[in-house]
């Protein structure tokens, strides 16, 4: 042996409340797939935009949108499982959580100008993906702040001098 020992980090890693993200992450899910549905009676009912199905199948539509409301709370899901491995493997989880929600909402607003849609439509269900994206990174991320618990590091005590004889 050499006596070396490599350094360690003093901060030990922080636990999190499992139960209290989880949660939030459940309620994310619900207010993403009202963002949803909210978003598609908006524009079927209001503006005629043929939102993920022809406007021929009425203002609630077809089980699209049934498909969106979910996909958009299984997002959110998602988004708290990442945030609870983040927060458990990373040294900065939140920022990269951040990274990784601006990305895949970009990516969310893109996938409808790959469809063969209208214009409107497509803008309008940019628009909803958007909103959808920030409601789930803003809610889980602030459940995520409240749900780590920090980890109190009681420091080395100090060696006392020796009296002077």
């Given at each position: 042996?050499?006596?070396y ?59 699209s ?32 959580f ?59 005590p ?8």
């Amino acid at each position: 042996m050499t006596g070396y020992d490599p350094p360690t980090d003093p901060r030990p890693s922080p636990t999190v409340n499992a139960g209290r993200l989880w949660a939030g992450g459940a309620a994310t899910a619900a207010v993403a797939a009202l963002i949803a549905i909210a978003g598609v009676l908006l524009g079927r009912g209001l503006f005629n935009v043929d939102v993920l199905a022809p406007q021929g199948q009425g203002t609630w539509g077809d089980a699209s949108t049934g498909w969106y409301a979910l996909g958009a709370a299984l997002a959110a899901l998602a988004a708290t499982g990442l945030i609870h491995v983040l927060i458990v493997t990373t040294p900065r989880p939140m920022r990269f959580f951040g990274w990784v929600m601006a990305l895949a909402t970009v990516v969310a607003m893109l996938a409808p100008f790959v469809t063969d849609e209208s214009l409107g439509s497509r803008i309008f269900t940019a628009g909803i993906n958007f909103l959808i994206g920030v409601a789930i990174g803003s809610l889980v991320a602030g459940t995520a702040k409240t749900a780590i618990v920090p980890v109190a590091v009681h420091p080395a005590p100090r060696p006392y001098p020796r009296p002077y004889r």
